[in-house]
C-alpha cells in the first residue's frame, strides 16, 4: 500500500484530499552561501503565513505542497508549526535547487552521492542544510521529506544540473518518492525527458513543473506521451483563460488524468519588512475551480485538485 510522506508523518493517500501541488511558505533567494535562519524568525513567518493557510483549509483544502528547496528557504519546523494549526497536510522536499543557490558540495559529490543524501532525507529526516554547509556535519530534524525537489536551467542543460536530475531519479526509485522538476523553458522540459529516460525513471515519478510557461504545445505533447504529469502550477486570475485552455486541449487527448493543478503562490519574502508582498493561495478553490466545473463539469475538479495530487505524490 502506497502513502503520503508528511511533515507530521505518513499518511493514506485518501486523506490527502483537496490539494494545492505547488505552492511556497517562505523563500529565501541570498544565495546558497548566505542563507541563514538568524535572516528570520520563525515565529513571525508562522504568525504570517497561518491566516493565508487557514483561509484555504476553510475552503476545503487539506493538502498542501511545499516546493521550495533546500538553501532557499526550506525550513521543516516552520512547516510542521503550520501544519499542525492549519489542520492541512504539507509536504516538503529534498533534493536541490540551480545556479547560484547550489552549496559547494553539489559541485564536488557525485550522483550517487546526492541521492544517497536525498534517499536519507525521505527516510530518516531532513538535513540541517546550513549546519551541512558551514560545517560539514549532518544534523536532522525529525521531519522527513515526501517527495524530491529540483530544477533545470533555461537551454541545455548544465553538467551540474544534468547531475542532480540524475540523481533525483535515482532517489526516486530507491524510494518511490515523486520528482518535481522546475522548468518553464521548452529545450529545459525536453533535456530533462532526456536524462530522466536515460536513467530509466518510472514516467509517473516525474512531475514536470511550470509547463504552463511554455508556449510549444509539442513540448507539452512530449511529456503526456512519455507518462509524466504536467503541471499547470501557475494558475491566477491574468492566466485564468490561457490555462483553461491548456485543460481543452489535455482533455481532446485524453491525458487529464496527468495535470496537476495549482498557483506557485505565498512566498514570505526573508530580508523583506513583514515578508514583503505575499500572495494568498485562495484563487484556485475559491475562483478557478469554478470556472473549471461551468466548462468541463465538476467531475474533472475532483480529479485535478484530489485524485491526481494523491496519485502523483503517493511514494509506493
Known amino acids: 500500500m502506497g502513502k503520503i510522506r508528511t511533515v507530521l508523518g505518513d499518511i493514506h493517500p485518501s486523506s490527502l484530499g483537496l490539494t494545492l501541488s505547488h505552492e511556497h511558505v517562505m523563500c529565501d533567494f541570498a544565495g546558497a552561501r548566505s542563507v541563514d535562519r538568524s535572516r528570520y524568525d520563525r515565529r513571525e513567518v508562522v504568525r504570517t503565513m497561518l491566516p493565508y493557510l487557514l483561509e484555504i483549509r476553510q475552503l476545503g483544502v487539506t493538502g ?3 516546493c521550495t528547496p533546500a538553501f532557499i528557504g526550506r525550513d521543516p519546523i516552520v512547516l510542521a508549526e503550520l501544519s499542525k494549526a492549519a489542520g492541512i497536510h504539507i509536504l516538503t522536499n529534498t533534493g536541490l535547487y540551480k545556479e547560484p543557490y547550489l552549496p559547494d558540495y553539489a559541485y564536488e559529490r557525485s550522483a550517487d552521492e546526492l541521492a544517497a543524501m536525498w534517499v536519507a532525507e525521505i527516510e530518516e ?7 551541512r554547509a558551514r560545517t560539514g556535519r ?9 517527495f524530491v525537489k529540483i530544477a533545470v ?9 544534468e547531475k542532480i536530475v540524475r540523481a533525483a531519479a535515482r532517489c526516486s526509485q530507491l524510494t518511490g518518492a515523486a520528482v518535481v522538476c522546475h522548468t518553464g523553458h521548452p529545450v529545459a522540459v525536453l ?10 525513471l518510472e514516467p509517473d515519478r516525474l512531475v514536470v513543473a511550470h509547463l504552463d510557461a511554455v508556449d510549444d504545445r509539442s513540448v507539452h505533447a512530449k511529456v503526456f506521451e512519455w507518462g509524466a504529469w504536467a503541471s499547470y502550477d501557475g494558475v491566477s486570475g491574468s492566466t485564468a483563460e ?7 486541449l489535455a482533455l481532446a487527448e485524453g491525458f487529464e488524468e496527468q495535470v496537476l493543478l495549482s498557483q506557485d503562490a505565498g512566498w ?7 515578508g514583503g508582498r505575499i500572495r494568498g493561495y485562495s484563487y484556485l478553490v475559491k475562483v ?9 463539469g465538476k467531475s474533472l475538479v475532483e480529479k485535478l485538485l484530489v485524485r491526481n495530487p494523491a496519485r502523483a505524490f503517493e511514494m509506493r
Open 64 to 66: 498542501f505542497v511545499d
Open 125 to 131: 529526516g531532513v538535513e540541517d542544510e546550513i549546519v
Open 138 to 146: 549532518v544534523e536532522r530534524f525529525p521531519v522527513k521529506a515526501g
Open 153 to 161: 536551467n533555461p537551454g541545455p542543460i548544465e553538467p551540474v544540473q
Open 191 to 200: 533535456e530533462l525527458l532526456r536524462v530522466v529516460r536515460e536513467e530509466r
Open 242 to 248: 490561457r490555462t483553461l485552455k491548456l485543460l481543452e
Open 268 to 274: 514570505y519574502s526573508v530580508g523583506e519588512p513583514g
Open 288 to 296: 478557478f475551480s469554478h470556472l473549471i466545473e461551468e466548462k468541463f
